[in-house]
């Protein structure tokens, strides 16, 4: 009867330290480097697997929105908050465009600056922080905002930034590559374009070694789904192009010029300037061609089956629409 009182007592104890380990262990990273989409769009937005998403609202604070009431909640007032992203508990962002990198846990009651650096296009992944540093004081607006319309000639690329990774305090920064102007990650790779000398594209470990040069493309847009890069090709009248990481195959997927691509499994998302910037949709494989909404459209951003998304003559308000 002791040996037994014993054993059921051992096991208890081993199920116990097994649920304390389990609770202890790091929370997984929200994938933003599985859909980018929404950081390449200024990263507004960031969806919670508990049924919350996070966004930028207006009047500069970090509202909390409860998917299954519908109810708004601000957790974080007096800064605008960009290239957000979830990761164990904290809300990793910029504020400022470009601007210095923070965190916040997500009840806002902790609130800390992780760099001094202006940084853009910030993206968590496996316990690093990456980014593109601008030490330039003279940004474009309309790299986040879009375009007014208009033809292949008014693509506006952004400027020039220095990819960096530091741990997720903001220290131990190391540089990775130079003169890059956006970046998305898949499968513990880093693929960007690369505009040192001519435009290319490009992709390398995260930890900056194994560069290979992919092709010439010009990618204005640079995401991934389904283990396929997808971007606009500046070099190529910004058509859009997918990239299969597998087989290496690129394929040209919409004639139209493409701007603020993003997607989710089943459905790219586009400003198609070839149509003075109508929201579109199509297929990841190009089919099923289709306009959503007329208008001048930038910001696009991705939660699930919602698509949000900003009218040019009204940068203070997102409109929503809900695709089947």
């Known amino acids: 009867m002791f040996k037994k009182i014993k054993f059921i007592l051992f096991f208890a104890l081993i199920l116990f330290l097994c649920i304390s380990c389990a609770q202890n262990e790091p929370k997984p990273a929200y994938k933003n480097a599985v859909f980018p989409g929404n950081i390449q769009n200024g990263g507004y937005f960031v969806e919670c697997e508990n049924g919350y998403i996070y966004f930028d609202g207006d009047s500069n604070a970090l509202c909390k929105k409860d998917t299954q009431t519908n109810t708004v909640e601000i957790i974080a007032k007096g800064s605008c908050f960009y290239d ?37 296009h910030l993206v968590v992944y496996d316990d690093h922080i990456y980014f593109c540093l601008f030490e330039d004081d003279d940004w474009d607006e309309l790299y986040r905002t879009g375009l ?21 305090n903001g220290k ?18 880093i693929y960007y374009t690369d505009v040192e000398t001519e435009p290319k594209l490009r992709g390398m470990k995260t930890d900056g070694t194994d560069v290979i040069t992919i092709n010439q493309a010009y990618p204005c847009n640079l995401f991934s789904i389904e283990n396929k890069l997808l971007y606009s090709d500046y070099n190529r009248e910004g058509k859009l192009f997918s990239y299969d990481l597998n087989t290496n195959a690129e394929t040209c997927i919409c004639q139209d010029v493409c701007l603020s691509a993003n997607a989710n499994e089943k459905w790219i998302f586009y400003t198609n300037i070839s149509e003075k910037g109508d929201l579109y949709r199509i297929r990841p494989d190009g089919s099923e061609r289709e306009k959503l909404v007329d208008g001048n459209i930038v910001n696009i951003h991705v939660i699930g089956n919602s698509v949000f998304y900003r009218e040019f003559s009204n940068m203070h308000e997102f409109e929503r629409i809900d695709i089947e």
């Not at 979830?86 to 992780?114: A, E, F, R």
């Not at 131990?172 to 790779?189: G, P, T, W």
């Open 84 to 120: 957000l992203n979830l990761y164990n508990d904290y809300i990793y962002y910029t504020s400022g465009s470009p601007g210095n990198i923070w965190k916040i846990s997500v009840d806002g009651k902790h609130k800390k600056k992780l760099t001094q650096k202006r940084a853009e």
């Open 148 to 168: 007014n319309g208009g033809d292949l000639g008014q693509f506006n690329l952004g400027l020039n930034g220095t990819l960096y990774r530091t741990d997720l």
């Open 172 to 189: 131990n920064s190391k540089l990775l590559a130079q003169c890059v102007q956006n970046f998305c990650i898949v499968d513990d790779r």
